[in-house]
């Protein structure tokens, strides 16, 4: 049993050297090694060096753009790549369920603007004792490598092996500023807004499906006008009195509440999309999860 305990303390003394081998193999790189783990070249190298004399075999090949790895540093790395992600994912896990009276939301940032973050004052005055973090990343969150409670999300559910729920099916309506038709007659007539700036959405392409809907030559709202990406960008564009928007319900619902922008007709879109709340498997009953997923549904 001393064998044994005086082997594995042995191969503990040698962990920041593994850690150094592991990050310098990953970014083929010893300066890149040290930005990484905060130390100088220097540590990362005299670390290497380590743990090449403790193995008995080089790691590595210099060479003048960074390092190489050997064969031997080949089936070291093997290793040392997946039990660094495997512990990193561990000590997220432990420190996310820890604080579980703090939830971290995902959410894309037209989302967060537009919608969520008015709507927080409400939280937090219902729920003070809960901490909200909001990360806010139009790129969909990985739940194994990430520290993400809970994600918000606009599409299709795709998301194999999680938890969601729809919020909110979504559709587009036609929206623009007061000041852009301020000597018309609401409802206004397909032809008269046909004949306004039309604003474009790049992800929601939907004037051809609302030319459809109300009987126009779809030939009347192919404008080669500015395509928006964001669709909190596009909104402010139109409450700019830039054009017409055919945009998100739930993103200009709030703006039509204050007037800042106007229903031009009572038509409505469909997308096949909604707003979903997603989660991992079993953190919807999480105490803090389920407070803020019944508010999240009754708002």
């Known amino acids: 049993m001393a064998v044994r305990f ?4 042995d191969n503990l ?39 090449e004399l403790h193995l008995g075999v ?8 960074g390092v190489v790895l050997t064969k031997a540093g080949e089936r070291l790395y093997h290793s040392t790549r997946g039990a660094f992600s495997t512990l990193q994912q561990g000590v997220s896990e432990v420190k996310r369920l820890h604080h579980r009276q703090s939830i971290t939301v995902s959410l894309s940032t ?17 729920h003070p004792g809960i901490a909200l973090l909001l990360d806010t990343n139009d790129a969909f969150v990985n739940f194994d490598t990430s520290e993400v409670d809970i994600a918000l999300r606009f599409g299709e559910p795709s998301w194999g092996g999680l938890y969601y729920e729809q919020i909110r099916q979504e559709e587009l309506v036609v929206v623009a500023a007061p000041s852009l038709v301020e000597n018309s007659q609401l409802p206004m007539g397909a032809e008269d807004i046909a004949d306004l700036p039309l604003l ?6 939907g004037w051809e499906s609302w030319a459809a ?32 928007a055919l945009a998100r319900h739930l993103l200009a619902e709030r703006d039509l509440k204050l007037g800042r922008l106007l229903c031009l007709d009572e038509s409505r879109v469909p997308l096949g999309r909604g707003l979903y709340f997603v989660c991992r498997p079993g953190d919807q009953e999480r105490v803090t999860v389920r407070i803020f997923k019944k508010w999240l549904m009754s708002i």
């Open 200 to 205: 474009n959405d790049a992800f929601n392409v």
């Open 13 to 51: 003394r040698h962990l920041r050297a593994l850690q150094a081998f592991n990050e310098t193999a990953t970014h083929s790189s010893l300066t890149k090694a040290a930005d990484v783990l905060n130390v100088t070249h220097g540590a990362i190298s005299r670390q290497i060096k380590l743990l």
């Open 110 to 126: 037209s989302l967060a603007l537009k919608w969520f973050v008015p709507l927080l004052n409400s939280f937090q005055q219902e």
């Open 213 to 244: 809907q109300v009987g126009l030559n779809p030939d009347r709202v192919n404008s080669q006008s500015i395509k928006y990406v964001d669709s909190a960008v596009l909104l402010e564009a139109a409450i700019d009195g830039q054009g017409v």
């Open 58 to 65: 080089t790691l590595f090949h210099r060479c003048p753009n």
């Open 6 to 9: 005086s082997h594995m303390a």
